[in-house]
């Protein structure tokens, strides 16, 4: 078996200029399948609210729901990193209350490091509480799901020259204050591939181009369920899951199934 990705293999991944995968995994089974693919680290991502709880976005998703989903996936992680996200709310109220939602993600959950979104200029105290604690803190700047109602909608950022730069400060904001790495989501291409140079830790690219670090997919995203234009169907698992449904529900109705040997004597 390979030896299990760290914190310092994302460091050093960024040093020798070998990219870093991320997908997301919300139960044991997608865990294991990850972990027995190479995937260097697996997020359970508050994304579950849209993709698996049928939720319109991310911020209904509460601490329990995080903590339930990541012991599932923790059960089947032996190899990659695995990072849970911080929900709405579970980090911006109090630095002491970013502390005690990161450890329960740890300590009940079985997370090897966090994610939260948004500038160290906002959540600094918070990342230094979480550290300080000895919890990695991986940064997460663009498009921000949580704050939607402020950006009016999914929208791409770092368009116009303001934007740019902001992005850019809170690139070096978010790697001063000890994040390990930085999701870069939903930003041009050219700006996501500066702020990659610019930074020692490295950027994990989502609708962000090819000169980020490393990608991060939704599992289901790849796998048929994709909508986004930076989402790219690798598998069509959906289709292949609609057909093997369908050929149940016929040979049921043919009396096909259960043929003789699946039967018991």
Not at 152 to 172: H, I, P, T
Not at 174 to 192: R, T
Not at 248 to 262: D, I, Q, S, Y
């Amino acid at each position: 078996m390979a030896n299990a990705v760290t914190t310092l293999t994302f460091l050093e991944r960024k040093r020798s200029g070998e990219k870093l995968t991320m997908i997301t995994a919300y139960d044991y089974p997608t865990a294991q399948l990850l972990d027995a693919s190479d995937v260097d680290a697996v997020l359970v991502g508050d994304s579950l609210g849209m993709v698996v709880m049928g939720l319109p976005s991310t911020l209904p998703v509460t601490m329990d729901d995080m903590v339930h989903h990541t012991r599932m996936v923790s059960r089947g992680i032996s190899r990659a990193l695995l990072i849970a996200d911080m929900p709405f709310l579970s980090y911006q109220v109090s630095p002491e209350e970013a502390l005690r939602n990161a450890g329960r993600l740890v300590a009940e959950g079985g997370a090897q490091a966090v994610k939260l979104e948004g500038p160290a200029e906002k959540f600094g105290d918070a990342i230094h509480r979480i550290l300080n604690a000895g919890i990695p803190v991986m940064g997460h700047i663009g498009l921000t799901p949580q704050s939607v109602n402020v950006f009016g909608g999914y929208k791409v950022q770092g368009r116009d020259a303001a934007s740019r730069e902001r992005l850019k400060q809170e690139a070096k904001g978010l790697e001063a204050a000890g994040c390990f790495s930085i999701v870069l989501e939903c930003v041009p291409a050219d700006l996501a591939a500066e702020i990659t140079a610019s930074i020692k830790i490295p950027t994990i690219g989502i609708g962000a181009g090819v000169g980020c670090d490393g990608q991060v997919l939704v599992f289901h995203d790849m796998l048929g369920w994709g909508r986004a234009r930076f989402c790219k169907t690798f598998a069509d698992a959906r289709q292949a899951m609609r057909d093997g449904v369908a050929a149940f529900v016929a040979e049921v109705r043919a009396g096909a199934f259960p043929a003789e040997e699946h039967t018991y004597k």
